[in-house]
């Protein structure tokens, strides 16, 4: 009796979703649940992000898994295992006034940040050697404008005796919206580049300069990517012939984009609780059917 109570339960809300998810014009945002990337040779990469309320909580790629830790709203730590969950890297992440002040990666890097009042931020990163010594690799200053990073301007500080070398990246955006935005805390994660704009990166544009004396040497290169979009201006796919890979190279990238609406959350914090009375069969049939709801519909 206790299992059909719980059935009808779950319909009833599920039928409730239905309409919510595609008639909420108040709160229709978004989270994404999965990413699948393509490259021109047809091979196809996997990576699933996982959220508590509106927490990211891991993201599950191919070769890595990123798993977060919070406090008081804000990502204090990412511990980044392989697939044979072995460490590879441990970030922590130090806030004053509730801005982002410092990153430490375990033995490898840290860096520092100063937020300053015209809405910049200036930022200086050193290389670990040892517990004693640390090298200063470059600083610089982050430049924002709507919610969005727009420039990141450099100066590479392990240049050569009398060497002036610069690195510039400027970001050009759509109108349309971010899921990634919404994740709390996540904005605050100033390494992560253009990701934590509010918008949709459409233009790239690296600038590199170097000078010694009179002669100077620079060069430019544009990344540019397009986008699909559904009813809610949110994307489902882009499309890049210029992506950088992990690896340095650059060339043909499909991404596509698997988002579900901010009710499945809520459904899936109460279904939950019910899970060892309903049973895993129907809990994942019932969500499963919610996820498409949310995706297609809207």
Known sequence: MKNKIVLLWVLSVFVMTLSS???DSEDNSKWLI???ETNEKGTSETTVFTYNDNEIVSIDGAQKRTAFTYSDGLITKTI???KKNQLLETIEYSYLKSKLSGIQSLGNYRINYIH???NTV???RFTIISANQQVKEFHGTLYFENENLIKDDRILDKANPGVIANYSVSYDYDLKKKPLFHIKGFKELLNQNEKISLNNN????VITSVSKDVHIASSAILYKSSYTYDLDNYPTERVSETAIFDDGNVGYLKTEYWCYCN???LIKHDVNQNSNILGTGYLSFF???IVLNCFFIS
């Open 116 to 118: 300053n009042s015209d």
């Open 287 to 289: 969500m499963q059917l």
């Open 21 to 23: 998810c595609s008639n």
């Open 34 to 36: 999965k990413v699948v």
């Open 122 to 124: 200036s930022y200086e």
């Open 202 to 205: 459409i233009i790239s544009t």
């Open 263 to 265: 009710k499945y959350l």
């Open 80 to 82: 980044t295992l392989d």
